[in-house]
């Protein structure tokens, strides 16, 4: 079965770092997003992205993040200055067109700030 | 504001108890109500989706249910496998975004 592949499982980083974080949707989807859960929290939206642009956004993916489809495959996140609030699971997720849509999440990549 | 509300937070089952998880909703005009289940450091696992209230789907123990301002996922028989947290979630005409529930945390005992 198809699937959304995250690298890495978990990065460790230092406050004021720069982080990148990698995904891998699945080949035909046309629609990327990035979410966030915080431990014990719910997940939270950040970003949708189709078309080569952003189509909408949250409160919380200010001017620090920023997202890129650097090519065919790749879709991934960047947080310029990372704080300790940054620490969360984050997830990628992908979905097709069409009626009969699910959404489709990795394993995520686990963020730690420190 | 689209909103979420499950309960319980959490539940306890002996193994082949069946049981019922709520979802209740508040949505702008609901384009789609989505069950996911997440284990322990997962991303959330696709289980349904529901798209008008009367809908109804099933997969193997689940099955969930739509009405106009909530939504039940019916487990029955469960096994210890089906332990897990189940999310809720909605989209709406407007955006693209799910607003996820926090999430029932289902434990089967044996």
């Known amino acids: 079965e198809p699937e959304v592949t995250q690298t890495p499982s978990h990065q460790v980083t230092q406050m004021g770092q720069e982080v990148i974080l990698r995904c891998v949707p699945i080949?035909?989807?046309?629609?990327f997003y990035w979410y966030r859960q915080i431990l014990g929290q719910k997940v939270e939206f950040l970003v949708s992205?189709?078309?080569?642009?952003?189509?909408?956004k949250s409160e919380i993916f200010d001017d620090q993040f920023s997202v890129e489809r650097p090519d065919g495959s790749n879709f991934t996140l960047k947080i310029r200055s990372t704080k300790l609030e940054d620490s969360a699971m984050y997830f990628c997720?992908?979905?097709?067109?069409?009626?009969?849509?699910?959404?489709?999440f990795g394993s995520g990549t686990r963020l730690t700030v420190v | 504001e689209d909103q979420v509300t499950q309960s319980p937070e959490a539940l306890r089952l002996q193994e082949g108890e069946s049981s019922s998880l709520n979802c209740s909703y508040t949505?702008?005009?609901?384009?789609?109500l989505f069950w996911y289940r997440q284990d322990p450091g997962k991303g959330p696992e696709f289980l349904f989706t529901?798209?008008?209230a009367g809908e109804e789907k099933e997969k193997e123990r689940l099955k969930a249910t739509l009405t106009k301002k909530e939504s039940f996922l019916h487990i029955t028989a469960p096994k210890p496998e089906d332990s897990a947290t189940y999310l809720c979630?909605?989209?709406?005409?407007?955006?693209?975004?799910?607003?996820f529930g926090t999430g029932t945390r289902l434990t089967i005992i044996p």
């Open positions: 997720a992908s979905r097709d067109q069409g009626r009969s849509y699910g959404y489709t």
């Open positions: 080949s035909n989807h046309l629609y």
């Open positions: 992205f189709y078309n080569n642009e952003i189509s909408e």
């Open positions: 949505v702008s005009g609901l384009r789609g």
């Open positions: 529901l798209y008008s």
């Open positions: 979630a909605v989209t709406n005409f407007g955006n693209e975004k799910l607003t």
